[in-house]
């Protein structure tokens, strides 16, 4: 895997181009009571509208389809969910075996999808080091490369092509951006979408959950720090320290860091699917409980484009979602 940190917006927008009539562009929505709450227009980027359910289908498809030009005939990936999907359903489309490397409380929704694609399933802890470790081994059993979830070039650029489209989209509207919030697990998507912002004046903002913020200690200490992630609803923002690349991408390009606790992400999921009538999953519905919070110092911002990054989430779940009194809303079966 190339290691560099020289990527640009040409990236992004070479890996929009070959992504054309392979992802779904997805539609930006907007509704009046959320720009009420944010005291801003809001555009929300609907990638749990995406092939796969969430905007990780981009850089799988991105990443395994380059892997498959190269004479790769399978690829290895792990994750809590969403990646790992995505990459079954990309090596499917190319005609590669996959192996996708899950923990073992993975939801059951996105190990049925991940087979159904056609992947073997190993599982291995709860952990994100020992799924590495796993995913690895495999890899130097078969000799079939691992596509990271996000600490891979191609990853980032695919996963920047949505915060590219919003950008467009906002654009050709007459509403250009002035910011963009993106939420953050190993940061593959906030890298990108710092590389689509490049040279546009957006203002790129990550969303990490309370607990979960490698990303933000990061920042404020100059290099990459772990930490032991808290529990969260946002599963898939749980990464114990975010991405050497996207860390060397985002550093000098993110305007900031927004830590949001669990009633707010779960606050910003109802708000989504009662008022928008789409089910995003809470790892997505971060992404916009940081743009509330973000209202108060923003204000002189016109525009907020949000990527709601995805829309895999259980059925039980969602039931204690709905039900904010709820005592519990950190059990199995989070979004990831």
């Known amino acids: 895997m190339s290691r560099t940190v020289g990527q640009t917006r040409a990236d992004v927008e070479e890996a929009s181009s070959w992504l054309a009539g392979r992802v779904v562009r997805t539609p930006v929505l907007r509704s009046p009571v959320i720009d009420e709450l944010a005291g801003a227009r809001v555009l929300l980027k609907a990638e749990n509208l995406q092939h796969g359910g969430s905007y990780k289908m981009r850089g799988a498809l991105r990443a395994v389809g380059r892997l498959a030009a190269a004479g790769h005939t399978g690829v290895i990936a792990q994750s809590t969910g969403n990646h790992a999907v995505a990459v079954a359903l990309a090596a499917r489309q190319h005609g590669l075996a996959a192996t996708v490397v899950l923990p073992v409380d993975a939801a059951p929704t996105k190990v049925e999808r991940a087979r159904a694609a056609g992947a073997r399933v190993v599982f291995a802890g709860t952990a994100v080091e020992e799924r590495v470790a796993v995913a690895n081994g495999l890899s130097d059993d078969s000799g079939h490369p691992v596509v990271d979830a996000y600490d891979h070039p191609d990853v980032i650029a695919g996963q920047g092509t949505a915060s590219l ?36 004046g957006i203002e790129v903002y990550g969303v990490e ?40 991408i985002a550093r000098d390009r993110l305007r900031g ?80």
Do not use: H, W, Y
């Open 257 to 336: 860091v927004v830590r949001v606790d669990d009633d707010e992400i779960a606050a910003a999921f109802r708000l989504i699917l009662t008022d928008l009538k789409v089910l995003a999953e809470p790892s997505g519905a971060a992404a916009l409980a940081g743009a509330l919070r973000l209202a108060p110092v923003t204000d002189r911002q016109r525009t907020v484009g949000v990527v709601l990054t995805g829309g895999n989430v259980e059925a039980a779940l969602v039931a204690r979602l709905m039900a904010p009194r709820s005592a519990d809303l950190t059990g199995e079966g989070a979004a990831a």
């Open 209 to 248: 959950p309370v607990g979960c913020d490698s990303l933000a200690r990061s920042l404020v200490a100059g290099v990459r720090v772990p930490v032991a992630p808290a529990p969260t609803i946002a599963d898939g923002l749980r990464p114990s320290c975010v991405g050497e690349l996207p860390f060397a």
């Open 165 to 200: 489209e919003l950008i467009e989209d906002a654009e050709r509207a007459g509403t250009p951006l002035d910011a963009l919030v993106v939420p953050v697990g190993g940061g593959g998507g906030v890298a990108g979408g710092c590389l689509a912002a490049a040279g546009t």
